[in-house]
C-alpha cells in the first residue's frame, strides 16, 4: 500500500526565515510525486511535479527536490501570502494514475 | 487560464437523499477523477474515469456511489442514499493525456453537508 508521511504538521515562521517541509513515501514504483498548495476551504493548486531523484522544481520562493525516499519543500525567504497547507502526493505504476495524498504541512508567515 | 469548475459551492441534504455533484473539467481533457477530504482528514480518491467507463475505485467508492459524464462537459458524481459520514468537501479533478502529462488540475470543491 502506497504511503505518504508529511512533517511537520504545522510550522510558523516569521516573514523572511527560510525553511523545508518534509514528504516521505513508500510506493510500489513511483510514476511521479507531486506538491499541491491548498487555502483554506479551496481545492488543492498544483504547484510540482518531480519524476526522478535528483531532480529539482523552481518557482519562485520554492524549491523541491526528490529522493529516492522523500522529497523537500524548501521556501526561502517567505511572506505571509505563502500561508497555506502543502500537500504532497505520490503517484504509482500500474495504477489509474490517482493520487496518494499526505496529511499535509498547514504553514503561517507571520509578518 | 482554463479551470476545473463544481457545483453547487455548498450543498445540504437529509440522510438518505439522493445527491448529485457537478463538475466541468478542463476543456481538452481526457481522464477525471474524483478526490473527497472529511474535515481534518487527508485527501481521498474515490474514481477514476476515462473512455466513459470507470478505470480504477477505491474501497470507499461503494454501490451508493456512481459517476457520468453525461454529455461532453459535465462530470457527475451521485449519492444514492446518503448517510452522515458522506460529509466532506468533494474535489473533481482532470489531466490531460501525453507524456508527462500526469498533473490532475482540481475544482474548487463542493461541501457536502449532510444532516
Known amino acids: 500500500e502506497d504511503q505518504v508521511t508529511q512533517s511537520p504538521e504545522a510550522l510558523r515562521l516569521q516573514e523572511g526565515e527560510s525553511s523545508s517541509l518534509n514528504c516521505s513515501y513508500t510506493?510500489?514504483?513511483?510514476?511521479?510525486l507531486f506538491w499541491y498548495r491548498q487555502d483554506p476551504g479551496k481545492g488543492p493548486e498544483f504547484l510540482f511535479t518531480?519524476?526522478?531523484a535528483g531532480e529539482e522544481k523552481e518557482k519562485e520562493r520554492l524549491k523541491a527536490t526528490l529522493t529516492k525516499k522523500e522529497s523537500f519543500l524548501h521556501i526561502t525567504a517567505p511572506k505571509p501570502e505563502d500561508s497555506a497547507t502543502y500537500l504532497c502526493?505520490?503517484?504509482?505504476?500500474?495504477?489509474?494514475?490517482?493520487?496518494?495524498f499526505g496529511s499535509g504541512t498547514q504553514l503561517t508567515v507571520l509578518p | 487560464e482554463p479551470e476545473v469548475t463544481q457545483t453547487p459551492s455548498h450543498q445540504v441534504t437529509q440522510m438518505g437523499q439522493e445527491v448529485i455533484l457537478r463538475c466541468v473539467p478542463i476543456?481538452?481533457?481526457?481522464?477525471f477523477y474524483w478526490y473527497r477530504q472529511i474535515l481534518g482528514q487527508k485527501v481521498e480518491f474515490l474514481v477514476s474515469?476515462?473512455?466513459?467507463?470507470?478505470?480504477?475505485k477505491s474501497e470507499i467508492f461503494d454501490d451508493q456511489f456512481s459517476v457520468e459524464r453525461p454529455d461532453g462537459s459535465n462530470f457527475t458524481l451521485k449519492i444514492r442514499s446518503t448517510k452522515l459520514e458522506d460529509s466532506a468537501m468533494y474535489f473533481c479533478?482532470?489531466?490531460?493525456?501525453?507524456?508527462?502529462?500526469?498533473?490532475?488540475?482540481f475544482g474548487p470543491g463542493t461541501r457536502l453537508t449532510v444532516t
Open positions: 510506493v510500489s514504483g513511483l510514476r511521479g
Open positions: 518531480l519524476y526522478s
Open positions: 479533478a482532470s489531466r490531460g493525456q501525453g507524456a508527462g502529462a500526469y498533473e490532475q488540475y
Open positions: 502526493a505520490v503517484q504509482a505504476y500500474g495504477s489509474a494514475r490517482q493520487l496518494t
Open positions: 474515469f476515462y473512455n466513459n467507463e470507470i478505470s480504477e
Open positions: 476543456s481538452n481533457h481526457l481522464y
